[in-house]
């Protein structure tokens, strides 16, 4: 078996007589209805807008009459997995099967997936992040969709889908998580309509955020306790790290981390916040959080990784204190680039 490319892009095979892209949404369409057997992934590191964007995508195609397989690198994180259809994700990392396309949401690439096999499938690409790249038959790469679940609202509109509670669960989480709780990100009046829709058509907006941010386990705690117990502050940045024997010493595990970057941009006159999780092969997962004018997409991008201009990550060469310095080398950089003084 050839191996798998190595390339940031990598060649889609030849397009299907009859699957030419015009307008990317009307070309998606095309082939959900003229394809049965789909299976649909996203990044690695599963969080809201991905688990949601992956249940809503399935829901569709199922209205739909067609087949549809969810797969993920990674287990998804507890705080999602009472979504509907939320069991049905599988955890492989390789793909195999009778597939007609390739639905990849939310990557730069297929490496991003970090899964093996999807060279094999005509792939449909589908993305919001601002490193967005066409690297698939079929690219929508929409950098002023709130989330990627936006774009499959609008996709699920285009087929005629039915929105019901289930799918409309599955979307306001994709709004919810991205917006950091409608807080950061591509936030205008069309994304409250949006959340208004959905909630209308059955999401529970207060069981949904309960979810996902008052069900933490007691690990996330301890966790979180360790990490602020280290905050730094330097004018308008700070950071935060944990270790692996912390996680192993609190009981915690890499979902306890989501979201723990946020309490440090939190602080009072900060722009720019990290995370750094040490990771037990000796790697450091970053997350990165801005406000305003700081774009830590383009500075996770440079690194490796992505996202959107407030809200980005990536994983960095260990040791720790090696990533952290070089990670704040490009925070003091944009920070000083800032007009205004930091103090």
């Not at 998580?177 to 990100?185: A, H, V």
């Not at 990670?327 to 944009?334: E, G, T, V």
């Amino acid at each position: 078996m050839a191996a798998a490319p190595t390339s940031a892009t990598v060649e889609a095979p030849p397009q299907k007589a009859g699957w030419a892209q015009v307008d990317p949404v009307a070309a998606i369409l095309e082939v959900l209805r003229e394809a049965e057997r789909f299976v649909i992934c996203s990044h690695s590191q599963p969080d809201g807008d991905s688990v949601g964007s992956m249940l809503a995508l399935g829901i569709v195609l199922e209205q739909m009459g067609k087949h549809a397989d969810l797969v993920s690198a990674r287990r998804i994180p507890a705080h999602f997995r009472k979504l509907p259809g939320a069991d049905a994700i599988r955890n492989l990392p390789h793909v195999e099967g009778q597939y007609d396309a390739a639905i990849i949401l939310e990557c730069d690439s297929l490496q991003r997936t970090r899964l093996t096999g999807l060279e094999s499938y005509y792939q449909i690409n589908i993305d919001h992040h601002v490193s967005g790249q066409e690297f698939a038959g079929l690219n929508w790469i929409d950098r002023e969709a709130v989330s990627a679940g936006e774009m499959v609202y609008r996709l699920a509109q285009a087929a005629g889908a039915s929105l019901t509670p289930d799918l409309a669960s599955c979307l306001y989480i994709t709004v919810l998580t991205d917006t950091g709780g409608f807080c950061y990100g591509s936030l205008r009046e069309s994304t409250f309509a949006l959340a208004r829709d959905l909630v209308a058509a059955g999401a529970n907006p207060i069981a949904l955020a309960q979810d996902v941010y008052f069900s933490a386990p007691a690990s996330r705690l301890l966790l979180l306790g360790t990490a602020l117990n280290r905050l730094r502050h330097e004018g308008r940045l700070a950071w935060m790290w944990v270790t692996n024997q912390d996680l192993m010493q609190s009981g915690a595990s890499e979902d306890d981390c989501d979201g723990i970057v946020n309490f440090a941009l939190g602080v009072e006159g900060v722009e720019a916040a990290a995370f750094l999780r040490e990771l037990p092969e000796g790697g450091v997962r970053l997350s990165l959080r801005s406000k305003g004018e700081i774009n830590v997409a383009a500075i996770a991008e440079s690194l490796g990784g992505g996202g959107h201009e407030n809200a980005a990550g990536c994983t960095l060469e260990g040791p720790l204190a090696r990533a952290l310095e070089q990670i704040l080398a490009h925070l003091r950089l944009a920070v000083d680039r800032l007009p205004g003084d930091a103090d």
